[in-house]
């Protein structure tokens, strides 16, 4: 029997490949001659760094760049050096995470610490991108990055512009000449699963801008900057990509990587599935299993485990998930793909002890080889 495992993580227990390992050792109790694959998996979100570093024989790359707020952090990114590639989530250098909640303004953040560190990427030769867009605090369209990369933003009295979103009011005119050139050699491939455009009632401002701590008269400030900086850049540059769908991504990070980077917005799974090449692996198996810590009807909406399913049923393969909690509404995924879904709490026990990574580790090991005897009867 041939069995491919791509589970995502039980965020704050196991990581993709622990819990991976533990099926694998369930399976191998009940059949021990399987021929059994794990791969890692993830959506372009938190964990997808880990994932891809973790399952691809690369590195953790820690640089010290600009955070939100423009002081200084440690940001960490991976890279496999074999495919001179870079994978990175922008809430490294600029999570709303790292901002305390009383100091969130996103008039006040910038972006220029993701350019920073794409950057340091480039000089160690990377020149492939896979970006997470997710989490983040700024709403500044991304002029952060690109003034950290050579682009200059001035005012109407040809002043430097800073990298914060109140800046973006205030620019009157852009010079790329000063664009590191080596930008023009990258591929970016940018995890984005929203479709807003940058500015408007969908866009940035009105939609994320309140979650960052922007008030009613900041998030109309701030979208009429997102409006003008589009302007401007259009005028100027002949380029127009406010409706893109996904523009408005990360406060406009997606607007600028499209319009600046020719980057290509994408599904984070679909990315990772290309990354992982798990098509490959999928059609010359007999049985996939994936799975997350929890599955819901979010889950069916899109997240990575029905991104392994429905791939899967393209090929006609069965899938089985493992998860760490299933609510009523989790139904839905079998209409999605999954086949059927196994919980894995054995006994009684608070959240805390269930998270525990030896309890989840043994608890998904167990439920993995009572279902494979179950398999074995037929």
């Known amino acids: 029997m041939k069995i491919l495992v791509a589970i995502d993580s039980l965020k704050g227990s196991l990581s993709s490949l622990d819990a991976g390992a533990a099926i694998q050792q369930g399976i191998k109790k009940v059949y021990k001659d399987a021929d059994i694959t794990v791969k890692p998996l993830a959506d372009g979100g938190e964990g997808t760094v880990e994932a891809l570093v973790s399952g691809m024989g690369g590195e953790l790359v820690t640089v010290n760049v600009t955070d939100a707020l423009g002081e200084k952090t440690d940001a960490v990114y991976g890279m496999i050096e074999s495919k001179k590639l870079a994978v990175m989530e922008m809430a490294a250098a600029a999570g709303i995470t790292m901002v305390a909640e009383q100091k969130r303004n996103p008039k006040n953040t910038t972006t220029y610490g993701v350019g920073e560190m794409i950057l340091d990427a480039v000089k160690r030769g990377c020149r492939d991108f896979i970006i997470g867009i997710g989490g983040s605090a700024t709403n500044d369209g991304g002029m952060g990055m690109l003034e950290a990369m050579g682009v200059k933003f001035f005012n109407e009295d040809g002043g430097n512009l800073g990298p914060y979103g109140l800046d973006m009011l205030r620019v009157a005119d852009v010079d790329v000449s000063g664009l590191v050139p080596e930008l023009k050699e990258c591929t970016f491939r940018i995890a984005c699963d929203v479709e ?126 493992f998860c760490g909690a299933a609510t009523e509404d989790a139904a839905a995924c079998n209409q999605a793909g999954i086949d059927a879904y196994f919980p894995i709490l054995r006994s009684p026990m608070t959240v805390e002890e269930a998270m525990e990574r030896d309890t989840a580790e043994n608890n998904i090991m167990l439920t993995a080889e009572q279902v494979f005897r179950l398999i074995q009867l037929f």
């Open 196 to 321: 807003n455009p940058l500015c408007g009632p969908l866009g940035a401002a009105h939609v994320y801008g309140p979650q960052k701590g922007a008030t009613p008269q900041m998030v109309e400030q701030l979208d009429a900057g997102l409006k003008n900086y589009a302007d401007v850049i259009k005028k100027r540059l002949k380029l127009d990509n406010i409706n893109v769908p996904g523009s408005g991504a990360a406060g406009g990070l997606g607007y600028a990587f499209v319009t600046f980077l020719q980057g290509k917005l994408e599904p984070g799974i679909s990315i990772i599935l290309d990354t992982i090449d798990l098509e490959k692996e999928i059609k010359e198996t007999d049985l996939v299993i994936t799975g997350e810590g929890r599955l819901d009807a979010q889950t069916a909406m899109g997240k990575a485990p029905i991104g392994v399913a429905k791939l899967a049923k393209q090929y006609g393969k069965k899938v089985i998930a």
